[in-house]
């Protein structure tokens, strides 16, 4: 018993009960994840809006100061793509020819003599290709 004594144990009282020292119930790793999967998941609610409209936006100001205001974001543009390209499956084989000649599906802009030979190639009637040759001739 006087050994009991003498040990430095029994002779320290703590005012903190032991129940608070025991580790919390979720560890900080999982605690971390917890805040991020939060995080992504507002941030990704934040970026859809209405009926699946994309409001694409930068998380960095200073990139977003760069960047013009109409920026796209990669994926809205390659569903732009395969819709472009899914819609193009149903034309005829000479369009498809005249797009994949032209590079037009290489998110180019379309130069006069390119719209001439796609409106030439879909056999636009003679009062719309007159339409479209006095558009040309402003920009000409």
């Known amino acids: 018993m006087a050994a009991a004594q003498n040990s430095p144990v029994a002779e320290c009282k703590s005012p903190i009960p032991m129940s608070s020292l025991e580790p919390d119930p979720i560890h900080e790793a999982s605690a971390r994840k917890i805040r991020v999967r939060a995080k992504r998941s507002a941030d990704h609610a934040a970026k859809y809006k209405g009926a699946g409209q994309l409001l694409a936006s930068r998380h960095s100001e200073r990139l977003r100061a760069k960047e013009p205001a109409h920026y796209v974001d990669m994926s809205t543009k390659a569903s732009r793509l395969k819709s472009l390209k ?41 009062t719309a290709t007159a339409e479209l040759e006095q558009v040309l001739g402003h920009y000409a």
């Open 86 to 126: 899914d819609e193009l499956a149903n034309c005829s084989k000479e369009l498809k020819v005249q797009v994949k000649r032209r590079g037009l599906l290489r998110n180019r802009t379309l130069n006069a003599a390119d719209l001439r030979a796609l409106a030439g190639t879909v056999a636009l009637s003679a």
